[in-house]
């Protein structure tokens, strides 16, 4: 069965530097994906980044990039510079195709000023 | 222009009542889910639907029925509301593939009184 830990109920980041937010996920298939949500006060979930189980190249977009090390089962979320408006929910999660997307527990960060 | 739309996105009601919330996707997607989110923010996959197939997860009461119009469109019903329905629902959709991400409505907040 799919499994997604993330270890961090919350973290705290001074704004302008960089954080980490860990995911480790469990599965015995080889072809997977692996994406991160944030869900700010809001309430939206967006959809930040994707990174598929034969990519060779760590994803990025923009400040987002994922640290995806494949034999230990862990995509973690760096986000590069911090900013006020990154304070949000973090979500990692797995596909597995015909299974459904499965969710971590949630990291919420918090950007001090 | 909206990707995912779900109506209303407020409702509160008394138990007993039956209730139904509507999403609509204009991305072309083959798949269409939805999602509860509780308190603590865990976020539990209630069903999932293409034009070939129904899949519920077994957990979901079956007070709750999904209703499939057409292929941008699945509707959520609720019979005979509980307390313990008070949740935030997400409708989602997505290609069927394990590197399509699933793109998210803004939410239903149901509050049972």
């Known amino acids: 069965a799919q499994k997604i830990t993330q270890t961090q109920p919350g973290m705290f980041v001074q704004e302008k530097e960089a954080v980490t937010l860990d995911c480790t996920y469990d599965?015995?298939?080889?072809?997977?994906?692996l994406f991160w949500y944030k869900q700010p006060s809001s309430g939206e979930m967006i959809f930040l980044i994707y990174?598929?189980?034969?990519?060779?190249q760590n994803a990025t977009e923009g400040r987002y990039s994922l640290n995806f090390q494949k034999a230990r089962k862990s995509a973690n979320l760096v986000i590069s510079a911090s900013q006020l408006g990154d304070s949000a929910m973090y979500f990692c999660?797995?596909?597995?195709?015909?299974?459904?997307?499965?969710f971590g527990a949630g990291t919420r960060l918090t950007v001090k000023p | 222009d909206t990707a995912v739309s779900q109506t209303p996105k407020y409702l509160v009601t008394q138990m007993g009542n039956d209730k139904s919330i509507k999403c609509e996707q204009n991305?072309?997607?083959?798949?269409m889910y939805w999602y509860k989110q509780d308190s603590k923010k865990f976020l539990k996959i209630m069903f999932s639907?293409?034009?070939?197939?129904?899949?519920i997860n077994e957990t979901v009461p079956n007070r709750f029925s999904p209703k499939s119009p057409d292929k941008a469109h699945l509707n959520l019903h609720i019979n005979s509301l509980e307390l313990g329905d008070s949740a935030v629902y997400f409708c989602?959709?997505?290609?069927?593939?394990?590197?399509?991400?699933?793109?998210f409505g803004p939410g239903t907040r149901l509050t049972v009184l």
């Open positions: 999660a797995m596909r597995e195709v015909p299974n459904d997307m499965r």
């Open positions: 990174q598929g189980s034969y990519d060779e």
């Open positions: 599965t015995s298939d080889q072809s997977y994906g």
């Open positions: 989602a959709s997505s290609q069927e593939s394990e590197r399509a991400p699933q793109y």
């Open positions: 639907y293409n034009n070939k197939e129904l899949i």
């Open positions: 991305l072309g997607h083959d798949t």
